[in-house]
C-alpha cells in the first residue's frame, strides 16, 4: 500500500521534486523530468532515457556522471509524454546528439519516438535504443518484442559511459544496442502493488504462490507455481536465464538481483549467494555484480535476475565510474555545478491564432469532449479493472488524466476566443501530455487531426464530418500501426469508420449515421474478447485476455456512444449542423 501523499493525482510529481531536494549535487528539475546538475562537457553525446514514475532508482536516480544526462519521468506506470521527453532532450543536449533509451512498451515507443522525430527536425541528431531484456514477454524469435524490466541499468550503464569517454552518437548507439543483445532478465512476484490513492493492488498472487514472468508495471506473470525454497528459486531463475543465453556470450557475466520494493535486502543477499554458487557451477566468471534495488515497481514484493554478459568493451563501460543519486561506482573528478538559469527560462504560451469565426463551434467541440469525459468518469473503474486483466490495470486513469486535462485546455482556448482548429490542438496537446500510456499519445493525435480536419469555418458539410472521422482513424492507425485483429481499439475504430462513411453515403443524416457508427464500435469492442493481443501491454499475457474486451476498444465505443447521443440532442435542437 503506498500510504504517504495529499493527493494521489499529484503524486508522481511531488515525489520527483522531492527527490531533487535531496539530490541537488546531481540533479535540477526540468518540466518533463530531470537533468544533471553539473557541466557535462560540450560536444558529449547525451543519454535520455525515462519512463513512468513509481520505478526508483529507474529513471531518475541514475542521472549523473558517467550515466543518464536526463531522465523524462511520466506519471505512476505511465510513459512521459512526447511533449516532455522532447524537454528533457533540449535541456540535457551538449551538442553531440541525443540518445533516447528506455524499455520497450508501447507508450512509451510512442511518445519517444514522437519526441525523436521532433528532435531531428530541429537538428538535434537523435537516435532511440530500446531495451528487451524479459525473456518470459517474448519467445527468442520475437526478441524484439520482449519487454524492458531491470536490464535498463546495464544499457544505460554501457552508453553513459561510453556518451562519458567522448564516443560519437554512432558508437554509443552501437554499444547500447550490444548491450541490449547481451542482457537477459526473469522475473517472479509474490504480491501485487498498489498506485497512491487506489484502494486494491493492481494485482494479487494467491497466498503460497508465486507468479513468474513479471513485468515492472504491475502486469501479472505468466505462470504461477508453489512458493519455492530460495535454493528452488536461485535455480528456477538462473535456469531460465542460461537456456536463453545470447549466441556471443561468453564466461564473463554480471549477475543483477534486483528487489521490486518489498523483498528485503537480507533476502536478496541469501538468493544471491545461491545465484552465485549456480552460475560459478555453470563455469562463469562473475564479475561487479549488484544485489539490491535498481528497478522497482512501488510496494510490489517481487525480484528479477540479470545476467549481462559481457566482452572486452561491454566490460570496459560496465566498470567504468559513475556518479548518480542511486548507483555509484569507482571515482570520478568532481564537475563543475551547471548554470541552471538557463533551464528555468521558460518557453511563453503559444499564441492563439485569432479565428473569431467558428468560436461558436468551437464551444460544441468543447461539449462533445466534456461527454467524453463523463464517459470516461462513469467508466474509468471498469476499465482500469479490464486493463489489470491482461494489461498494466492504468487504462482507466490513463483516460481520465488525458480527457481531463483536453477539457481544460478546451475551455481556456475557446475561452481566449480560439475557433474550433485551436481549440482541439489545445485538447490534443493536453490530453497526449498528461493522460501518458499508448490510449493517451492515440488519443491526443486523433483529437488533433480532427481539429486540422475541421478547420474553423462558419458551418459543416456531411462531408466534413466523413473527412474527419477518416482524419481520426489515420491518426490513430497512422501512429500506432495497428491492424485489425491486432486487439485494439483499432477493432473498434475501422468498423466506425466504415459505418460512418456507409451511412452518410446512403443518405443518412450525421446524427443518424453517428448513431449507426457508435452502434457498430460498441459491438466491435465486445467482439474483442475472442481476439488475442498482438500490440501494447497485453501482448505478452495473450492468454489472460482471451474472453475479455480490449480496454481500449471498450473505452472508444464508450465514447462514441456518447458523442453520438451528443449530436443527436444538438441536432434535434438546433437542426443539422455538424
Ligand atoms: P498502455 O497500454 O500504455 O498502458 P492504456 O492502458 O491507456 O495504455 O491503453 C491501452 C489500450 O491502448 C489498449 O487496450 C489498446 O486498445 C490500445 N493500444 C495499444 N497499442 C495500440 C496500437 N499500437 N494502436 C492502437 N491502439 C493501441
Ligand atoms: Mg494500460
Redesign the pocket.
Known sequence: MTKIFDDPAAFADEALDGFVAANRQYVARVDGGVVRSTETPAGQVALVIGGGSGHYPAFAGLVGSGLAAGSACGNMFA?PSAGQVYRVAKASSAGGGVLLSYGN???DVLHFGQAQEKLNAEGIPTRTVLVTDDIASAPLEEIEKRRGIAGDLTVFKVAGAAADAGLDLDEVERLAIKANHHTRSLGVAFAGCTLPGAGEPLFTVPEGMMSVGLGIHGEPGISEQPLPTASELAQLLVGGLLKDKPDAAGTRVVPILNGLGTVKYDELFLLFGKIEKLLADAGLEIIEPECGELVTSLDMSGLSLTLFWLDEELERFWAAPADTPAFRKGNLATRPARNLSELTEQESAPVLAASAASTGLAGTAVGALKVAQAVVVEHEEALGKL?AIA??G??GI??RRGVDAAVAAAEKSHAAGAGLEEVLAAAGEQWAERAG????A?WGAAVTAVGRTLGNKESYTGADAAAAVEALRDA?IGL???EAGDK???DALLPFTAEFTGALDSGASVAESLRAAAAAAATAAEATAELSPK????RPLAEKSLGHP????VSFGLIADGVAAYVETFANTSGERS
Open positions: 510513459s512498451y508501447a507508450g486493463d494489461g498494466d492504468d487504462h490513463g483516460m500510456g499508448t490510449s493517451g492515440l490513430i500506432g500501426k495497428a485494439t481499439m483499432v500490440k501494447g501491454r497485453a480490449d480496454p481500449g476498444a
